[in-house]
C-alpha cells in the first residue's frame, strides 16, 4: 500500500461528506445576496453565483484536503485533481444554480465519494429546505435521522416523473419533442432545477421517477447512492449504465416502464425531428 495512502474508512468518509456539504450549504446561505434586484441584475447574476460555486467548492476542497491529504477530487468549478489517497470526491458545489440564482429552494450542495471507482458514500445539503440527505453503499438512504424508501408498485399512468433540460437549444428542442410524449401516459411531469434534488426526491418517494439526459457525473454522484440505496434502480437505455447519455431512475417495474417509453422517442439524439 502507498505510504501517503489513509484507509478509506467507510463511516469517516461519510461523515466527512455530511459535514462538509452542511458546511458549504451555510456559507452559501449566509452569502447569497439579500437583495433580488443584485442578483437578478442582467450584467452580473452570472458571476455572483459562479463566485458562490467557486467559494463553495473551495471551502469543500479545503476542508477535504484538511482530513484527507492525499484523496483526488473531482469538482464542477476546480477539474479534476488527482491523488494518491483511497478515495476521489466528486463535487457539484451549488445544484440547481438557476434555483440560487432566483432565491428558489431547491438547490444543493452535493458531494459523493469514490473508492475503486465505485461510489461509497454521498450527501446531499439542502440548505434552504434544512435537509440533510446521506447514503453509504450497502447501509441505507437517509433524510436526517429518516430511513428511505422511494415508492414501490406505481404504474407509469400514475407516476409522477421529474425530468430536468440542459443549456443548449437543439438539445433542449428535442427534451421539449420527448416531454411532449411522456406527459401524456404518466400523472404529471416536475421539473425541480436540481438532478440531486430530483435523485433525493425520488428516494423520499415525493416523486416516482425521474429521468433526463445530459447530466454530469458530479450532479448524481451522490444523490444517486441515496436513490439506489432507497431501493431505486438506477441506469442508462438498453441495458446500458446512468451516464451523460441518459439517466433514469425508479423503483424496479417503473424503471422498466419508464425506459420502455422513453427507447422508441430517441431520447439520446440532439436533433429535434421538426
Ligand atoms: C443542473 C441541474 C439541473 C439539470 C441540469 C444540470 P447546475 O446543474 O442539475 O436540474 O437539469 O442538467 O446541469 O448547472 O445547476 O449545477
Ligand atoms: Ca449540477
Ligand atoms: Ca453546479
Known amino acids: 500500500m502507498d505510504e501517503e495512502r489513509i484507509s478509506p474508512d467507510r463511516a469517516e468518509l461519510l461523515a466527512l461528506a455530511v459535514s462538509v456539504a452542511e458546511e458549504a450549504g451555510r456559507m452559501l ?40 491529504p492525499y484523496d483526488a477530487v473531482l469538482g464542477e468549478e476546480g477539474g479534476d485533481t488527482p491523488g494518491t489517497g483511497g478515495a476521489r470526491w466528486v463535487v457539484d458545489p451549488i445544484d440547481g444554480t438557476v434555483n440560487f ?16 471507482g465505485e461510489i461509497v458514500a454521498g450527501a446531499v445539503s439542502v440548505p434552504q429546505r434544512g435537509e440533510l440527505y446521506s447514503a453509504s453503499k450497502g447501509e441505507g438512504a437517509w433524510l436526517g ?32 419533442e420527448v416531454l411532449a410524449h411522456v406527459l401524456p401516459r404518466v400523472r404529471d411531469i416536475r421539473r425541480g432545477g436540481s438532478c440531486a434534488v430530483d435523485l433525493c426526491s425520488v428516494a423520499a418517494g415525493r416523486v416516482d421517477a425521474y429521468y433526463e439526459r445530459g447530466t454530469n457525473y458530479w450532479d448524481h454522484a451522490a444523490a444517486g447512492l441515496v436513490a439506489t440505496e432507497a431501493g431505486a434502480r438506477m441506469g442508462g437505455l438498453r441495458g446500458r449504465p446512468h451516464g451523460t447519455d441518459m439517466l433514469v431512475c425508479a423503483a424496479p417495474g417503473l424503471f422498466e416502464s419508464l425506459h420502455d417509453l422513453l427507447v422508441p422517442l430517441d431520447p439520446e439524439r440532439d436533433t429535434p425531428a421538426h
Open 101 to 116: 440564482l432566483y432565491g428558489l429552494p431547491d438547490w444543493a450542495v452535493s458531494v459523493g465519494v469514490e473508492v475503486d
Open 29 to 68: 446561505v449566509a452569502k447569497r445576496p439579500a437583495r433580488p434586484e443584485v442578483v437578478d441584475t442582467k450584467s452580473s447574476p452570472t458571476d455572483v453565483v459562479t463566485a458562490l460555486d467557486r467559494a463553495a467548492e473551495e471551502l469543500i476542497r479545503a476542508r477535504i484536503a484538511e482530513a484527507r
Open 145 to 176: 435521522g429518516e430511513r428511505l424508501r422511494c415508492n414501490t408498485g406505481v404504474e407509469l399512468e400514475r407516476a409522477l416523473v421529474a425530468t430536468g433540460f440542459g443549456y443548449e437549444a437543439a438539445r433542449r428542442a428535442v427534451q421539449a
